[in-house]
């Protein structure tokens, strides 16, 4: 049982959550991640850690609510008990002297980006942060990256901005202007796959930290292969920090929705029988 | 008329604006707020369009056309206009996607996050690919939208049955609000806030099970964003193929579009060009409809009791084993129960089994409750003949509705839509009826009648009648001083006390009824006991012939009038189930072979008991054998509507598992227990005996009719009146300190063979369900109950258990409960009887 410390909505469909996890605190490093499950019934959801307290004992994830047991778990509030917390699960990111770093990052992967662009502050690089959002009010913890930025990029459709570019057009725009050493993206699988494309002819590195579907996260069941170059790699122990241009793209892509069907009657199930028998129960 | 829009010259005939001109022409005006049917709102502006002589730019929408109009819909400051406005319109829709260029690889790419819980772009939403702003925005030609995007944040409402309400996503072009009250007389949605805030809502922002609504889904229809969702499909893509099929659900037999994608049923939608609902639907069809065919109680195989259990089996055995059975009986003792829920050529091979094969003459032929059973009846019995079909559009046509019964958005949606329409063109509307409803605050007189005495209020209202008029004019009328006689016979006084209604607010009804042009009686069904609803029925008709009224006896199941009417032809002899379900209690029947859902009594003396069903229900516990049958939307049979229309359902869906349809069970049961195989391959062969046989079916032909073709059932044009004297009722027993309230059973519609809405889909139970024992909100607080409570409810005569719900519309000292004939004869002993009210499961 791990207890929740803190649960709230960040921005629509992203939520923060703060977890007491003294055992974790102690190991955990940039780039990892861990494991929850809302209740004892629901699915093991691997979550990159997004920021952690070493004083409060507690870890903290940014998570979208794109399911059912991410509904559950954006249903949590403090005091409340999970069953599992696991972790820190796969391996660190590498952190060190690179010389300028872009870190591009949209939707749950600007909380997960955190950690890594503030370890490569501390190591001496010079960090610059590109977050992309589709409109002004999907974007989160700006002071917090400001603060560790020496450069700070936004990428919208949204007129609030004057851009309209999704982020392949304004992270080639930010290459032009300055000269990058390493890439870092981490958000939809779409995403970090456009950022890769972007930088390849340039031959700048790219590393992307994969999500492909989870089940143990300890290298067990071989649910999160992928192809990464010639070899066939597993996220939860081998990443999830991989080179983006040896990534196999299609399969990936495709692989993410071996159980979409599967999800959505899980969730209409949840939505349509689950609920409304409990909310009858609960009168009776 | 002629008219010239884009240089164009046209030419129109009829009353029209200059956007269903240009759309009937294929000429191009973006439009959100506009729908057919409903009035014009002109909230959006994207119509503008410039008419020669008419000062700036005009909506389209809601100007009419003129000889020698000039219209200009495209020119380039009209067209920057529209972008300027559609900008506007954005800033408060997520906008995202609309503009970017990358849509078509995230719909590929994000498709796995179609599942969040907000939706903050196209690629999100369940409206994705069917959404109205996306088109528009690609008419427009609208790359950029120049101004910030602002987010409403307003919390996505979940937690209602069947849809989900996004106002985030909401452009406020009123669709909704003007359906709910335009269309479906309700009003529970509307503008709320003012200004920058105005925002569509529920009164005091509650729920809308809290609200009164009704959940047809007309505002998720009319919705061009997506702002409300149907919950069981938003996860879909849109449908790829459609299929035209009737609503096997309750007697309005709407058209339905069943939606498919890649084969697999998503659900349906009400059709837009049917002359019955015309694009509306209820709960019934546009939700539940779905859950039921597709239920997961459905029975798959044939099924035969070995050693006490039932055992999947083949239909070879399963009908051998039950004709070997059946050869045993005699005639009278077997039974045969059928439901007006089956199509017509199942009904004709059910009769024509009983009769022929099985020669009984035990087969059900009666409607419990059901007005069209009740007036046909009372017709018959007394030599009337008068008209008993009728088209909605008749209605709408009154001056006068006087509505007794139940809850008509219940029990027959579409019809309250129909007088509706009355309404609006200033009918006047008198509803008579033991309960409250929410049809009663747009009556222009409320009869509150003591349950029970229905009859007597007709009586009232002709007695006030005939003393206002004199009654000269009907004297020479057959029976007339018989009836006058057994009016005379009864004090106002009396009256008074009995249905407790003053004179003065019957004799203003009786005067709407008879001065008013056209006046007509709407019978909705209702339960109070076998006698007295027949002495309702005998009273509508006097009152009808009094007041030169219309009657429209509405009827209650699926096919209820092709029942009544198939049942008519084969013989005289009428028994209503619940009379079977007695005999069965007696033990009159050794053997009994049901097609309807029946709950069969304790110590029922049965040695074979043949259930044909879709669905397992409580009878299976003691079935010998088990048929399965499709359900109607399977099937390529017709049933005839409370109109009297004659519908073809033209099976959209497979048949699940080896469900076979009803007639063809009957048909190959017969041809295993004598000579008599009724040869029929088709429901086509059928349709085509039943036109050479049956003289109200003369009309139907072996194919099925298309849409837009209307087929009814024939009647009989003759007009014969004749009165009836009033029937004095036994008195109802009094409550006493120990029994102090009065139960009242309710029809229940939600139902269909042995699936109950309620119980088989978890949000329907939200909305109504089956157990509900409805009571006042003070006689809950006198009795110390609250919402949702396991009660029971005892009489002298018996018990039975539900869970407490809190309804204004029941009036102090009654409970209501839901009935099913057949289903709930159990209850059907204690309505109208005092009962109190217990605690506890």
Redesign the interface.
């Known amino acids: 049982m791990a207890k929740i410390i803190d649960r709230k909505r960040l921005v629509?469909?992203i939520h923060m959550i703060e977890i007491s996890a003294p055992d974790i605190v102690k190991r955990c490093k940039p780039g990892q991640f861990v494991i929850l499950m809302p209740d004892e019934k629901g699915e093991r959801i691997p979550l990159s850690l997004a920021d952690w307290d070493e004083k409060r004992g507690s870890i903290t994830c940014v998570f979208?609510?794109?399911?059912t047991s991410t509904?559950k778990l954006?249903r949590l509030r403090s005091g409340d008990d999970i069953p599992v917390c696991v972790g820190p699960l796969g391996k660190p990111a590498e952190i060190s002297k690179f010389g300028t770093v872009l870190c591009a990052a949209g939707c749950y992967g600007i909380g997960a980006i955190y950690p890594i662009a503030r370890a490569l502050k501390q190591a001496g690089n010079t960090v610059m942060t590109l977050v992309d959002a589709?409109?002004?009010?999907?974007i989160y913890w700006e002071d917090r990256f400001k603060e560790i930025s020496d450069k700070y990029f936004v990428s919208?459709?949204?007129?609030?901005f004057d851009c309209?570019?999704?982020i392949p057009k304004v992270l080639k725009d930010v290459l032009k202007d300055n000269k990058i050493d390493r890439v870092i993206s981490i958000g939809?699988?779409?995403l970090m796959?456009?950022c890769s494309e972007a930088t390849r002819p340039l031959n700048i590195d790219t590393y992307v930290h994969l999500n492909p579907i989870m089940v143990d996260g300890t290298g067990m069941c071989g649910a999160c292969r992928l192809k990464v170059g010639d070899s066939t790699q597993f996220a939860c122990v081998d990443g999830p920090e991989f080179d983006g241009h040896l990534v196999d793209w299609n399969e990936l892509?495709y692989r993410?929705?071996s159980y979409?069907n599967d999800?959505?009657r899980s969730?209409?199930y949840w939505?349509?029988?689950e609920?409304?028998?409990k909310?009858?129960k609960?009168?009776? | 008329m002629r008219v010239n829009i884009d240089g164009r010259e046209i030419e129109t005939k009829h009353k029209k604006t200059i956007l269903e001109l240009a759309r009937e022409n294929d000429i191009y005006i973006p439009s959100l707020c506009d729908f057919k049917g409903l009035e014009p709102f002109s909230g959006c502006r994207l119509c503008l369009v410039k008419v020669e002589g008419m000062k700036g730019y005009v909506p389209s929408c809601s100007v009419f056309v003129k000889d020698g109009m000039k219209v200009k819909t495209k020119t380039s400051d009209i067209q920057k206009l529209r972008k300027n406005i559609l900008e506007l319109i954005l800033t408060e829709h997520p906008n995202a996607c609309l503009i970017c260029e990358e849509k078509e690889n995230c719909d590929e790419h994000k498709a796995t996050i179609r599942k969040v819980d907000e939706v903050t772009g196209c690629v999100l939403c369940p409206n994705n690919g069917r959404c109205e702003l996306q088109n528009v925005v690609r008419e427009v030609g609208l790359e950029k939208v120049r101004f910030p995007s602002f987010y409403r944040d307003i919390k996505v409402k979940k937690d209602d049955p069947f849809f989900d309400r996004n106002y985030n996503l909401c452009i406020l072009c009123g669709r909704c609000v003007r359906v709910c009250r335009d269309i479906r007389g309700l009003s529970v949605i509307t503008f709320v806030k003012r200004g920058a805030k105005t925002a569509v809502g529920t009164s005091f922002g509650r729920s809308l099970l809290d609200s009164g609504c009704q959940f047809c889904g007309a505002c998720v229809d009319v919705c061009p964003t997506g702002a409300l969702t149907e919950k069981a499909v938003k996860y879909d893509s849109p449908p790829d193929k459609k299929k035209d099929t009737v609503c096997p659900l309750c007697s309005m037999g709407c058209s339905l579009e069943f939606n498919f994608f890649k084969d697999k049923f998503l659900g349906a939608n009400p059709a837009g060009s049917s002359p019955v609902n015309s694009g509306q639907a209820c709960v019934r069809g546009r939700f539940a409809l779905r859950d039921v065919v597709r239920s997961e109680n459905r029975i798959r195989k044939p099924l035969i009791r070995k050693n006490n259990q039932l055992e999947e089996a083949t239909w070879e055995e399963a009908l051998d084993y039950a004709s070997e059975k059946i050869k045993k009986y005699k005639p009278d003792e077997m039974a045969v129960v059928t439901s007006p829920q089956l199509s017509c050529e199942d009904i004709f091979v059910f009769n024509k089994f009983a009769e022929k094969v099985l020669k009984t003459k035990h087969i059900n032929k009666k409607a419990e409750g059901s007005p069209l059973s009740l007036v046909s009846d009372a017709c018959r019995k007394n030599g009337i003949s008068l008209p008993m079909q009728f088209k909605l559009d008749d209605i709408s046509e009154l001056d006068a509705v006087f509505l007794m019964g139940g809850n008509l958005m219940e029990s027959a949606p579409i019809v309250w839509l129909s007088v509706l329409k009355a309404l609006d063109r200033g009918a006047d509307l008198i509803t008579a009826g033991f309960l409250e409803s929410p049809v009663d605050r747009y009556a222009s007189k409320k009869l509150r009648v003591t349950p029970g005495m229905e009859s007597y209020l007709l009586a009232f209202l002709s007695k006030c009648i005939l003393d206002d008029c004199g009654g000269k004019e009907f004297a020479a009328e057959k029976g007339f001083d018989e009836f006058r006689r057994s009016l005379d016979g009864i004090p106002y006084k009396y009256l008074e006390e009995s249905t407790g209604i003053s004179i003065e607010a019957v004799k203003q009804t009786a005067d709407i009824l008879r001065k008013r042009d056209k006046s007509g009686l709407i019978f909705a069904p209702q339960v109070i006991g076998r006698e007295r609803e027949e002495a309702a029925a005998e009273a509508l008709l006097n009152l009808a012939f009094l007041s030169d009224s219309r009657i429209f006896p509405l009827s209650v199941e699926g096919n209820h009038r092709g029942w009544d009417a198939i049942n008519k032809d084969f013989s005289e002899k009428t028994k209503s189930i619940s009379e079977i379900w007695n005999s069965i209690k007696k033990g009159q029947y050794k053997a009994l072979y049901t097609a309807a859902p029946l709950d069969i009594p304790e110590d029922d003396g049965l040695e074979l008991l043949i259930v044909q069903d879709s669905f397992t229900g409580d009878d299976l516990d003691k079935a010998d054998v088990v048929l399965p049958a499709c359900v109607l939307s399977e099937t390529d049979g017709s049933i005839v509507n409370t109109e009297g229309r004659i519908q073809g359902l033209r099976g959209p869906l497979d048949s699940l598992g080896d469900a076979k349809p009803d007639w063809e069970i009957v048909t190959k049961l017969a041809g295993r227990i004598g000579s008599k195989d009724f040869g029929y391959t088709t429901a086509g062969d059928i349709r085509k005996e039943m036109a050479r046989k049956l003289p109200r079916f003369k009309d139907i032909s072996q194919t099925l009719p298309k849409r837009g073709k209307e087929v009814f059932l024939k009647e009989d044009n003759e007009y014969r009146k004749k009165y009836i004297p009033l029937n004095p009722l036994n008195e109802l027993e009094k409550e006493t300190p120990q029994y102090p309230l009065r139960l009242v059973l309710e029809h229940g519609f939600d139902y269909y063979r042995n699936c109950l809405l309620s119980e088989e889909i978890a949000e329907f139970d939200l909305f109504r369900s089956k157990q509900w024992i409805k009571m006042n909100k003070r006689d809950t607080q006198k009795y110390e109950l609250k919402e949702g409570f396991p009660v029971t409810l005892k009489s002298k005569k018996g018990q039975f258990k539900g869970f407490v719900h809190i309804s204004e519309y029941v009036p102090e000292g009654i409970v209501t409960a839901y009935y099913i004939p057949g289903r709930d004869e159990n209850r059907a002993d204690l309505n109208l009887s005092p009962v109190k009210i217990t605690r506890g499961k």
Do not use: H, W
């Open positions: 629509p469909n979208m609510v794109v399911g509904q954006s589709k409109a002004n009010y999907l919208s459709r949204d007129g609030f309209k570019d999704y939809c699988t779409y796959y456009t892509f993410r929705k979409f999800e959505i969730l209409c939505e349509r029988e609920k409304p028998r909310m009858t609960e009168k009776r």
